[in-house]
């Protein structure tokens, strides 16, 4: 029979007993490593098919604007319609201005001027049709559309010179 000292048997309960601990630590910071890291990848694909999406709706709803495009180009642009337009148009005053708004997507936004003279308050729908509000600019206005609550989708627009 082998004889141990109390003293050798300790120090080898200690060691297993620490790798036991840093095997069990080492284990469960891997486990919530794989977690997080197999998380990551949905949200960054979720976003990619966003952003793709996105894209999409821009680029339709500005042909559709080319398609009604009528005289001199004041300003332009593409917004969400969860962030909406607010533009302060650089405009002459006196002159005569088409603007034109197309929305890609679901729901509704609001169409308001400011002072409300310059233009009639209006919805535009988010069903691809484009809707047209002349403008007269004898003041510096401004123009929000502000999408409805629960509303999805691009909207283009373009100020054009008449």
Request: hydrophobic residues 35%; glycine residues 10%.
């Amino acid at each position: 029979m082998t004889y141990s000292s109390p003293r050798a048997w300790l120090t080898g309960c200690a060691v297993a007993a620490s790798s036991f601990l840093l095997a069990s630590c080492t284990s469960g910071s891997g486990d919530d490593t794989n977690a997080n890291s197999s998380s990551s990848p949905a949200p960054s694909v979720s976003q990619t098919a966003t952003g793709s999406s996105e894209k999409k709706l821009t680029e339709q709803a500005q042909a559709a604007l080319a398609a009604v495009h009528s005289g001199t180009m004041v300003e332009a642009g593409a917004e969400r319609v969860t962030d909406g337009i607010h533009t302060e148009p650089n405009l002459s005053e006196g002159k005569t201005y088409r603007l034109n708004l197309v929305c890609f997507g679901s729901g509704n936004a609001q169409l308001a001027f400011t002072p409300g003279s310059a233009g009639a308050k209006t919805t535009v729908p988010c069903d691809q049709s484009v809707v047209q509000q002349r403008i007269t600019a004898n003041k510096p206005i401004r123009i929000d559309v502000d999408g409805t609550k629960g509303s999805t989708g691009m909207i283009a627009w373009q100020i054009d010179a008449i």
